[in-house]
């Protein structure tokens, strides 16, 4: 009886052990999903980048080091003024006028066909080995309409953010590689953050061609005090920039989800991937976690994306110009009614093919719509 009893209670403390360890993971499960919602709860935008993971810090041995001199440029913002929170420069600033109208330039007409454009988009998604992230006809539309504003509508701001770019790319350029990242990121992400700017600050206190805040700056190793202020020095922002992008990547399995957690922040695209079913975009975008700035970020920087890869591919320095009449529409409008005042309606505007209505993006304020050809050398957009 003394041999069982004593057999009996020490099955019961083994079993104790046993409820009391699933106890503890249950709990630490709970906090974890719980730290993860808090963090990405209030808002989801290149000022809320919360880190959750520490990248890996790589040697950059094949990196010339970065110095503490750095130029700034003051240029009137060239594209989109992301969340509307960048600061205008002051009536000093003097714009980059670049040369763009070479033969090659005058020649060449830019994709315009949806197929095209999609083709175009998978091909660079297999060039990066982006398995874990699913195209969807949600990504192409919204692809297709940045793809529009930029090479379009704001042809000549975008040529200006290229000019400016000439200086810091090829630094960028090598880096990026270096960490083994798609080269079209070291274009995309600046010139959607910041238009390659390396002074600006955007009212929330995003600072740099990067636009980091504060906390996530020196948790990338940037310096942040009264007396300096490393998220200004193009090169050291690189590589943090590039730090963030490795973590995300590792994380996610996913480069264009790692672009998302740029600007969600990581806990932000965490909780976003936990209530979604599938790992598309049409998922992303139909979250109601998000905001529209937030929506419309990845479609910005894949469009920016394609416009690099295109002009590399077919030797342009600049954008050329495209002689089409455009405007932007406040309100949403049906695409039957406009298919009827417009007749190459579908063929301007790729990103309407297979949907009801337009859809009022909150970057460009309101729907960019490409008309008609204007039989006149030039652009028109009232």
């Known amino acids: ?39 990405s709860s209030d808002s989801y935008s290149v000022e809320d980048k919360y880190i959750i993971l520490s990248p890996p810090i790589e040697n950059d041995q094949n990196i010339e080091k970065p110095d503490s001199k750095n130029t700034n440029i003051k240029i009137s913002s060239p594209s989109i003024e992301k969340d509307q929170n960048i600061e205008k420069p002051d009536s000093k600033d003097t714009d980059i006028k670049p040369d763009y109208k070479t033969d090659n330039d005058s020649i060449f007409e830019l994709p315009m066909d949806r197929e095209e454009i999609n083709t175009l988009l998978i091909q660079m998604l297999d060039d990066w080995n982006e398995l874990a992230f699913q195209t969807d006809d949600e990504l192409l539309r919204h692809v297709c309409y940045f793809y529009k504003y930029y090479a379009i509508k704001n042809f000549a701001a975008s040529n200006t953010t290229i000019k400016r770019a000439q ?31 390396t002074n600006i600050r955007s009212y929330k206190g995003a600072v740099g061609m990067f636009q980091f805040m504060k906390p ?22 690189a590589h943090a920039f590039t730090r963030y992008l490795i973590a995300g990547r590792n994380l996610f399995a996913s480069t264009v989800l ?10 932000g695209m965490s909780s ?83 949907v009801k209505k337009t859809y009022s993006y909150v970057c460009t304020n309101g729907y960019l719509l490409l008309r008609n050809i204007n039989s006149k050398r030039g652009l028109s957009c009232m």
């Open 272 to 354: 976003v991937l936990m209530t979604s079913k599938k790992r598309t975009f049409s998922n992303i975008f139909k979250n109601k976690k998000l905001g529209k700035y937030s929506k419309e970020y990845i479609p910005q920087c894949l469009a920016a994306a394609l416009i690099f890869r295109i002009l590399k591919n077919h030797n342009l320095k600049f954008i050329p110009k495209q002689s089409i009449e455009c405007s932007v529409i406040k309100k949403i409008k049906y695409v039957n009614k406009l298919k009827k005042s417009y007749p190459q309606l579908i063929k301007l505007n790729p990103d309407l093919y297979g």
């Open 216 to 237: 996530t700056a020196r948790q990338y190793g940037l310096k942040v005090n009264k007396r300096i202020d490393e998220r200004k020095n193009y090169k050291k922002s």
């Open 1 to 39: 009886m003394k041999t069982h009893d004593l057999t009996s209670i020490l099955s019961q403390k083994k079993l104790n052990k046993v409820i009391f360890l699933q106890i503890l993971i249950c709990i630490a499960f709970i906090a974890i999903s719980l730290f993860l919602i808090f963090v």
């Open 167 to 197: 200086k810091y790319l090829p630094y960028i350029l090598k880096l990026v590689k270096s960490y083994k990242l798609p080269e079209e990121i070291a274009f995309a992400m600046p010139f959607v953050e910041s238009s390659f700017k």
């Open 258 to 267: 790692s672009i998302g957690s740029y600007h969600h922040g990581i806990g």
